[in-house]
């Protein structure tokens, strides 16, 4: 039996928030295309990307900044999400959906961030 690893788990995780944020972007209003929709899916984007590539690299100091803009992005990502169930633009459900999905990153990257903090033997 083959057993997910940790980052495995995140970055599926991630997968599944980025197609969440595009399936529910597509409900907001026409004239928001090149604001929220754009900046929104952007953001999302970012989290899943910038953790592979910080993944794929070998120092962990380089590590660590990829996962802190990782982390900033969802921080970003999290309030577009905040602001559209506050325009409207998204129900209660699929926010508190994508809510629960971004707490979740949040907490797993967080560990991430930390255990290379540590093995840099930095706070």
């Given amino acids: 039996m083959k057993t997910t690893s940790f980052k495995d788990q995140l970055r599926s995780i991630m997968d599944e928030y980025v197609h969440f944020i595009y399936k529910i972007s597509r409900q907001f209003p026409k004239d928001e295309l090149y604001g929220s929709v754009s900046q929104i899916r952007r953001a999302t984007l970012s989290i899943i990307l910038n953790y592979i590539e910080g993944f794929a690299r070998r120092r962990p100091a380089v590590q660590l900044n990829f996962f802190e803009t990782s982390y900033g992005s969802l921080k970003e990502s999290k309030y577009l999400l905040d602001f559209s169930r506050e325009e ?23 560990t991430e961030i930390s255990s290379l903090e540590k093995s840099l033997n930095i706070s």
Avoid: F, S, V
């Fill in 88 to 110: 409207g633009w998204i129900n209660i459900e699929d926010y508190n959906q994508g809510k629960g999905l971004a707490d979740e990153i949040g907490a797993m990257l967080w």
